[in-house]
C-alpha cells in the first residue's frame, strides 16, 4: 500500500469519527426547495454519521486492518436510508426530529424507511411490527411529527405490498387480515402526505417478484395516486436497468387501468407481465413463465404495451425510486439443482454495491437511486433449503435479520459496480 494511502485511511476514519466527513460530505446547498412533494434533481442525501460503515472504519482502523478502514471509511460518506422499525410514538419522533436536525445543519435531505407494519414479513427473518391499526397509526404519527415542515423522503413498509398476509404460511381465509394490511398502508400514506415537504413512495418489491399488473392493481389499492410513486428493489439485487424496464411497465399499467379505455378501467391483470410469452400463454391472458432470471422474454411484453395501451404521456405516469445498495453485479443465480430452496434474496454471495444514491437519475419516471437497504446488515439466518443453521454459501451461521455483517459488508463495498470512492459532496 502507498505511502498516500497510509496516510490518508487515519485521516479518513479521524474525521469520520468526529462526524466531519460523514455528516457533510452532502452538504452542497440543494438549490430552491420545491413547492410540492417532489424531490428536486438537485437533493443532496443525508448521510449518518453513526452508521455501521463508519463504526466498522473504525473498529478496522484499531485493529490495524488499514485496507479495509479505507473501504468502510469510503463507504460511511455514502447516504443511505434511515429504517424507523422500534420504539414508541414519542420515542420514534425524537429519533426523527434529531435526524431532521441534524439533517438541516448539513443542507440535505433524509430518507427514512417505515417498516412497523401489523404482521410485518408474515413469520419469516423480519418478523414483527405493531401489535394493531391503532398502535401503528399512533406510531406513523410520531414519525410524521418528527419529519414536520421540513423535507425528507419516505419509503412505506418493504415488503408491504409484494407480501400480503393471504400470501402467508398460515394464509388468511376470509382476507381480514390482507385487507388490514391495505387499510394500514393508507393511513401511512394519508397521515405521511399531510406533511408538505415529505416525498412518499409505496413498497413495491422488485422485478422477480409480483407481475406487472398484481403489483400495480395493488399499488392503486393502496392509494398509490396520493403518494409521490413507488419503491423497488428493497433489499433486493435486481440489476438497474431491469428495474426501470420493469417500472415503466408498472406505472403504464396504472395509467391504463385507471385513465385508459373505458373497458379496460380497473383490470390491470390484462396487463402483460415480465414472465409473459406468447409461447406460454394463461387461456390466452398475459401469463407466468417458471424462470424468474430469463429475461429474454422481456421484448413480448414490450410489445403487448405497444399494441395494446401505446405511450401515454410521460406526465400522466407514476413516479418512483430504486434501490441499488446491492445491485452492482446483478442478482445471485444459484447453481441449477443445488439446493431445494436457494433463497437468492437472502445474503446473496458475491454481490456488490450498485449506482451511487442521486435524484439525477436521467429517467423521466426514476426519481431518485437510494442505497435503502442497510449495506451490510445481514438479511437474515439463511438455509438454503437444508437442516441448518449453517449457511451452505457462506460455512457460518448467518447473523439474525438486521445484525451488522462486517464480512457481507466488506464483500458489498469491494465488489462496487461502479468502484467505492469517498463521496465529496459536489
Known sequence: MSRVRRSLVPVACAVLASGGLA????????????????????????????????????????????????????????????????????????????????ARVTRTVPVFVLYNVTGRDCSFYSAGGADSPEEYRAWVQGVADGIGGARAAVVVEPDGLALLPKECPEGDADGTRTEERYANIRTAVDIMTARPRTSVYLDGGSSNW??????????????????????????????????????????????????????????????????????APNDGQPGNAVDFYDT?????????????????????????VLD?????????????????????????????????????????????????????????TCHRGTPGPIDPEYGIEDPRAGAWWPDFAHTLARNAKPALTFNTGR
Not at 442525501?45 to 488499514?66: H, I, S, T
Not at 437468492?344 to 454471495?349: D, E, L, M, V
Open 23 to 102: 455528516g457533510g460530505a452532502a452538504a452542497a446547498a440543494p438549490g430552491a426547495p420545491a413547492a410540492d412533494h417532489t424531490l428536486p434533481r438537485n437533493t443532496r442525501f443525508y448521510v449518518d454519521p453513526e452508521a455501521g460503515a463508519a463504526r466498522q472504519a473504525a473498529a478496522d482502523l484499531k485493529a490495524g486492518k488499514l485496507d479495509d478502514a479505507l473501504r468502510m471509511a469510503k463507504l460511511a460518506t455514502w447516504p443511505q436510508a434511515i429504517w424507523l422499525d422500534y420504539g414508541t410514538p414519542d420515542e420514534i419522533k425524537k429519533v426523527v426530529q434529531k435526524t431532521m436536525s441534524a
Open 296 to 320: 429474454s422474454t422481456w421484448k413480448w411484453v414490450d410489445a403487448w404495451f405497444d399494441q395494446v395501451v401505446g405511450r401515454p404521456p410521460v406526465k400522466d405516469l407514476s413516479h418512483y
Open 210 to 279: 409480483q407481475p406487472v399488473g398484481e403489483l400495480a392493481g395493488r399499488l392503486i389499492k393502496a392509494d398509490l395516486a396520493k403518494t409521490q410513486g413507488y419503491a423497488l428493489n428493497v433489499s433486493n439485487y435486481q440489476p438497474t436497468d431491469q428495474l426501470n424496464r420493469y417500472a415503466t411497465w408498472v406505472s403504464t399499467c396504472v395509467w391504463y387501468a385507471t385513465e385508459g379505455p373505458a373497458e379496460a378501467r380497473g383490470k390491470t391483470d390484462r396487463c402483460a407481465s415480465q414472465y409473459y410469452s406468447p409461447a
Open 324 to 380: 441499488n445498495s446491492r445491485n452492482g453485479l446483478g442478482a445471485w443465480i444459484p447453481p441449477a439443482g443445488k439446493y431445494t430452496d436457494a433463497e437468492p434474496w437472502c445474503n446473496a454471495p458475491g454481490r456488490g454495491i450498485g449506482v451511487r444514491p442521486t435524484a439525477d437519475t436521467g429517467q423521466p419516471l426514476a426519481d431518485a437511486y437510494l442505497y435503502v437497504k442497510t449495506i451490510g446488515e445481514s438479511d437474515g
